[in-house]
């Protein structure tokens, strides 16, 4: 990479990540959480998911990571509590073996709510990164939109 005198930055690659997003995951009112499943890709150069419903980016190689995770929920008819976290290695649920490493939190009201987080970690080869959402509403709730980025940065 290059940087001009401006600071722009100039003929760099990524050589390895993943970008994911939407879901069709209802998240359940109270309880454990939700494990968010993801549809659509956007890029993924590395292989770090499988198949055409996933619910975890796998780290392919050790190194530090940049972690990016964004949930958007949708409009609420009456005071509610939504939130996500996000987990390195859940394997498609949260147990005493699943580590947090970013979280959203938020009260709502009347307008869609976006909550985002970014993180740098130390990760090896085989980790999985994945999203789990929280609410209660008092019913079942499909988050507008969920996106997950994994990128390999050194």
């Known amino acids: 990479m290059n940087r001009n005198a401006g600071g722009a930055i100039s003929g760099g ?3 390895s990540g993943a970008i994911v997003h939407g879901t069709t995951t209802s998240v359940a009112s109270g309880g454990g959480g939700t494990v968010i499943t993801f549809n659509d890709v956007d890029f993924d150069n590395g ?10 980016l796998t780290v392919p190689t050790t190194g530090i990571y940049q972690i ?8 609420a008819t009456s005071s509610s509590v939504y939130s996500w976290q996000a987990y390195l290695n ?3 649920s949260i147990d005493a ?4 490493i970013g979280a959203g939190f938020t009260n709502q009201t009347t307008a869609d709510i976006t ?3 970014s993180y740098m970690a ?8 994945g999203l789990v959402g929280f609410q209660n509403s ?3 709730v499909t988050p507008a939109a969920a996106y997950l980025s994994v990128f390999l940065i050194n």
């Open 115 to 117: 909550s985002s987080f």
């Open 47 to 56: 292989s770090y998911h499988s198949g055409s419903s996933f619910s975890e």
């Open 138 to 140: 008092g019913s079942a």
């Open 97 to 100: 073996t699943s580590f947090p």
């Open 122 to 129: 130390s990760l090896t080869a085989g980790d999985t990164i």
């Open 68 to 75: 990016n995770g964004v949930i958007s929920w949708p409009d």
């Open 13 to 15: 690659s990524v050589s």
């Open 90 to 92: 859940h394997n498609g």
